[in-house]
């Protein structure tokens, strides 16, 4: 298995909405990241996972919680975004934080706050 | 400055053209220089990853890197429409704080024309 799998692959929710986006990879690479790419736009790091431990943090609002329950799983929380929060969230793994040899992503979560 | 740059065209070529997509960097640490491929409303795919200065082939593509001139190369013989995508290229930071992010350049959306 080769492929890093994300749920749900579209997600529309309102401001005061609670919702989760999952990301899972079985390669048995130890880092994992969440990275937002708006329309047109390179992808911008948000969290790196290492060892299931949260390793960089890039100044991310609190309404963007991530959480690592184990080396295959990545989450990330999400709680009273705002309109500008609409973009799509990519998961990434590797096998060490820093892997010179590649990342692989996800397809993405396209989301849409309203 | 910016880690990476690239000119985001767009590029439009006819089927069986020779491209030529190209990215600057300012860091002459950096030792691993990536290409990722991105169809519309998908997640990056990585395309090749190069180490130092040289060249890679694989099938119809060559990634080339030159550290004098800090000037990375992407090449693709006999284009075919379905290479219509938006080529980033990504450069990995290797040490210290920064460890675990990539530095994507802005993206160069291809078209290929049958």
């Known amino acids: 298995d080769t492929e890093v799998t994300q749920t749900p692959k579209h997600l529309v929710m309102g401001m005061t909405n609670k919702k989760s986006l999952k990301c899972e990879q079985h390669m048995g690479h130890r880092a994992m990241y969440w990275y937002k790419q708006k329309a047109k736009k390179p992808p911008e790091l948000m969290f790196v996972?290492?060892?299931?431990?949260?390793?960089i943090n890039e100044s991310v609002p609190s309404r963007f919680s991530p959480e690592c329950p184990n080396s295959s799983l990545l989450n990330l929380h999400l709680h009273a975004l705002q309109p500008e929060d609409s973009a799509l969230y990519l998961c990434?793994?590797?096998?060490?934080?820093?892997?010179?040899?590649?990342?692989?992503f996800g397809s993405g979560t396209r989301l849409t706050v309203v | 400055q910016k880690e990476v740059e690239q000119d985001p065209g767009p590029l439009s070529v006819p089927e069986g053209a020779i491209v030529s997509l190209n990215c600057t960097y300012s860091?002459?640490?950096?030792?691993?220089f990536m290409w990722y491929r991105q169809y519309s409303r998908k997640g990056p795919e990585l395309l090749m990853y190069t180490y130092s200065s040289g060249n890679k082939e694989d099938g119809r593509f060559t990634a080339q890197v030159d550290k004098s001139s800090k000037y990375i190369s992407l090449f693709i013989r006999d284009s075919q429409p379905s290479d219509s995508a938006t080529y980033l290229c990504a450069i990995p930071a290797d040490r210290g704080s920064t460890l675990g992010r990539l530095y994507f350049g802005r993206g160069t959306q291809l078209t290929v024309w049958p």
């Open positions: 996972y290492s060892y299931e431990k949260l390793s």
């Open positions: 860091n002459s640490a950096f030792q691993y």
């Open positions: 990434a793994s590797s096998e060490d934080q820093g892997s010179d040899y590649g990342y692989t």
